[in-house]
């Protein structure tokens, strides 16, 4: 301690401060310094839980992003395959449509030629029994000239015959 002396150190003075400084820093580690510290972790458990939480948030963005592109692809299959069978049956429709009015049409069509045959048999008819009128009349007049009424009848039925045949 002599030592101390020479140097201009007191060391009860010294031991004083060293006590009063161990105090101080006891006391402000105790009453700042952990507290401070605590707050620090806090804090930093704080970001970190909010790291997490925003790492956790971004994952369930792209897990619902996968489910929305996924309920995307299947609603596009299933519109897909709706419009599809949409064309089949307006397909079928139409098909089917197609066959009643062709069906229809050959129907118009067979009705009609049947009246146009059944009005050229009735013109024909009409053309026949004009004609026969006009022959047996004709016929007549030169038969009287010419002929005897045996002839005559015979020649007349004769024409009748043939006449059918030879407007053909």
Known sequence: MELLAKLGINWQLLIAQIVNF?????????FIYKPFLNL??????????????????????????????????????ESGAYFERVR??????????MLNAKKEAEGILQNAMRRIDEERRAMMED???????VVISMTEKILEREFSAADQERIAKNLVADLPKNLK
């Open 22 to 30: 161990t105090i101080v820093v006891g006391v402000l580690g105790y």
């Open 88 to 97: 089949k049956e307006v397909d079928v429709m139409r098909d089917e449509l």
């Open 127 to 133: 053309v026949m029994k004009t004609v026969n009128k």
């Open 40 to 77: 620090l972790d806090s804090r930093a458990e704080r970001i970190r839980k909010a790291m997490e939480d925003a790492k956790h948030v971004e994952n369930q963005m792209q897990e619902m992003e996968a489910l929305r592109l996924e309920e995307m692809k299947k609603l596009d299959k």
